[in-house]
């Protein structure tokens, strides 16, 4: 489980200890910015597509259809969010880091739709990600 979960993106060792004695945390940042690496740079979006696009390329996230499917059919509880209607925190807090790393910048246009990001406790209203032109 460890290996594949960390080759695939999903987890990190919480880089305190030894490798070998390292505790594991579920962080889908690697694979979040994977797909996002696939998107031409200096483009941008709405929140909503970006959310689509994630839970398509990765189905197994909030809202995914393989996440979808399997929750019902195992009775696993919805991801933890800081409202009802925000994304759950594991993909809100992949997103904050790609925005925190320089892939993206995420905004708040009052005139959009918004997608409501978990931060912490707090709810953070997203209606627009911009891409950073990557460095050749």
């Not at 941008?44 to 990765?58: C, G, N, P, V």
């Not at 739709?113 to 627009?128: A, C, F, M, Q, T």
Request: aromatic share 4%; net charge neutral; glycine share 6%.
């Amino acid at each position: 489980f460890i290996r594949w979960a960390t080759a695939l993106g999903f987890a990190e060792h919480d880089g305190l200890t030894p490798r070998s004695t390292s505790t594991l945390v579920p962080d889908i940042t690697r694979a979040v910015k994977a797909v996002l690496r696939l998107r031409q740079s200096g483009g941008e979006t709405t929140a909503s597509r970006l959310i689509a696009l994630l839970q398509t390329r990765l189905p197994m996230i909030d809202g995914g259809l393989l996440a979808m499917a399997l929750r019902s059919e195992w009775n696993l509880p919805a991801g933890r969010r800081a409202a009802a209607n925000a994304l759950d925190v594991a993909l809100s807090h992949a997103l904050l880091r790609c925005e925190e790393d320089g892939v993206l910048k995420l905004e708040n246009r009052s005139d959009a739709e918004k997608v409501l990001l978990s931060d912490g406790s707090e709810v953070r209203p997203v209606s627009h990600a911009v891409f950073h032109e990557v460095a050749s």
